[in-house]
């Protein structure tokens, strides 16, 4: 029988319910461990609502703390923080509460392991005696305030720029001190470690649960668009926003009775108003999002900002609804676009997207099937959480799936000769088939161009020949950089050269020494 384990899992927010992007990944890791281990969970309760909700995560742990946070607290830890050199986003979450009861637990419990989610939740990780600590980032924070700087006015622009600076140096400094470190996608890794310097730092990406029942295609369903997520949140405000003004007025010129409904808790004025315009509903909250989706025929998309990897998208595609994109979205996805979503950059593209789809039933199947086969094959939680529990305990981590490119060659090495191109094959107009080269396979839609996880994708047709080289290239370039896919180092194999430990007035070298400034 194995051991029980100790395991304290920190958590910026209560996770649970599992009904939003970091409380569906919170949730299942704490779950999982569970099974085995016993967890000591404590985290940050925003409101009384998720204070009472809370108890509910006494089923799965041994013994848990929900410490009452506040924006208005928050917003006033933070600018403290910042005066002592430490992020906004840090500083926000220092409760002396928080110590308290960690102090307590750790007074009485021998933790083998710490595990904390978020960057905020770091310094506590650091705070308590332990055998192993182990930070999931999830997303690399610090370039989603890049982001925000780039979009925004000369003031806040530079303000948005030295908060990620400030984030971005605070998250190398964990990947120094931290046994292991986590991320959502390959993105977010090589946007941390671009020279892959750090063994320890893993991408464990999400799962998703697929239905019991095959959902009805969404050819059934008449010209209705739908974008899901919390209207609150600034990239889904921006984007849908954006969506309504330059891309939804070309959609209903052409679909008079089309309708676009936006599916999200606490929508914003700006939000709101896009009810006024016609054909847009603005429904608020809702009892039960899949219902929703499944009275759509498209699920868009449109976020110009977008870290990580967007849970939307995919409780989407495993609905077998087609997704249109935009680039900041499918960056973050093991999705190949025009098979199994579409991708497009400004609003006359993104119309005439969500309009073949409207015309076309087979091509709108067609997508809408290849999106779930991508999820079903790509996103499974028994994969992610195993490579999970590995880091956690610091067992060796099995490979993780196969890229896109891999998939891609693999197939064509199956179903291809050599000599034969892919040629790609545009949705069928006016009820005539699009021709295609005798011998060749037919994908969904548009040609395959920009890039596709790490690699450079050449617009037009692609030969096995050129596929199989640029894998070769890729893979040779990258072997100086990291181990052989199959293989993992072992928890204990000693690191590389590491950039310079942290000069003694580092802010964040207090922090990881156990001291606690403003308590």
């Known amino acids: 029988m194995l051991e029980r384990k100790n395991i304290l899992f920190l958590a910026n927010r209560v996770p649970f319910p599992p009904n939003k992007g970091d409380k569906i990944r919170t949730f299942h890791q704490l779950d999982h461990l569970a099974l085995t281990h016993n967890i000591y969970c404590a985290c940050f309760a925003e409101n009384p609502r998720e204070q009472a909700v809370a108890s509910s995560l006494r089923r799965w742990c ?69 055998k192993r600590r182990v930070l999931d980032l999830c997303d690399a924070d610090s370039e989603k305030w890049m982001d925000y700087a780039r979009d925004a006015g000369p003031l806040a622009g530079a303000c948005y720029r030295y908060e990620g600076r400030r984030l971005r140096a605070f998250e190398e400094h964990c990947l120094r001190k931290f046994d292991a470190t986590l991320v959502i996608t390959e993105r977010e890794r090589t946007l941390l470690d671009p020279q892959r310097r750090h063994r320890h730092l893993h991408v464990v990406s999400n799962g998703i649960v697929l239905p019991d029942e095959q959902p009805p295609p969404p050819s059934t369903r008449g010209p209705v668009v739908g974008f899901v997520g919390a209207m609150n949140y600034r990239p889904n405000v921006r984007g849908v926003c954006w969506f309504a003004e330059v891309a939804w007025p070309h959609i209903i010129r052409e679909v008079p009775d089309a309708r676009l409904y936006i599916i999200g808790r606490a929508p914003v004025r700006a939000v709101r108003r896009l009810g006024r315009q016609p054909g847009i ?152 088939e699009t021709p295609v080269a005798e011998g060749s396979r037919r994908l969904p839609t548009q040609t395959l161009t920009g890039r596709v996880g790490d690699h450079p994708v050449p617009p037009g047709r692609r030969t096995l020949s050129d596929l199989a080289t640029s894998f070769a290239a890729s893979q040779a370039a990258r072997s100086t950089a990291r181990p052989v896919r199959g293989t993992s180092p072992v928890a204990n194999e000693p690191e590389p050269a590491q950039p310079p430990a942290d000069t003694p007035r580092s802010p964040y070298a207090a922090l990881f020494r156990g001291e606690r400034p403003g308590r």
């Not at 703390?65 to 979450?93: C, D, E, H, K, N």
């Open 62 to 130: 041994a013994d848990l703390v929900a410490i009452p946070w506040s924006r208005r607290r928050g917003m006033f830890q933070a600018v403290a923080g910042w005066r002592r050199g430490l992020p906004l986003t840090i500083g926000a979450y220092r409760d002396r509460r928080m110590f308290a009861a960690l102090d307590r637990w750790a007074e009485k419990v021998d933790f083998d392991a710490v595990v904390a989610f978020s960057s905020t939740m770091a310094p506590y990780a650091a705070a308590v005696p332990t």
């Open 281 to 432: 509903t603005v429904t608020g909250e809702v009892e039960d999002v899949a219902r929703c989706v499944l009275k759509l025929r498209v699920a868009i998309a449109p976020l110009h900002i977008a870290r990580g990897l967007q849970n939307k998208v995919l409780e989407a595609m495993c609905l077998r609804r087609p997704v249109v994109v935009a680039p900041a979205v499918a960056a973050g996805l093991q999705a190949v676009p025009g098979r199994h979503l579409l991708v497009a950059r400004d609003g006359e593209t993104f119309a005439a997207r969500v309009l073949d789809l409207f015309r076309s039933d087979e091509f709108c199947d067609q997508i809408g099937n290849g999106g779930y086969r991508c999820v079903a094959a790509n996103y499974s939680w028994a994969d992610a959480l195993q490579r999970y529990e590995c880091a956690v305990l610091g067992k060796p981590m099995p490979a993780g799936p196969p890229t896109i490119l891999e998939q891609e060659l693999h197939q064509m090495r199956r179903t291809e000769p050599a000599a034969n191109p892919c040629v790609t094959a545009r949705p069928p107009e006016s009820g005539r």
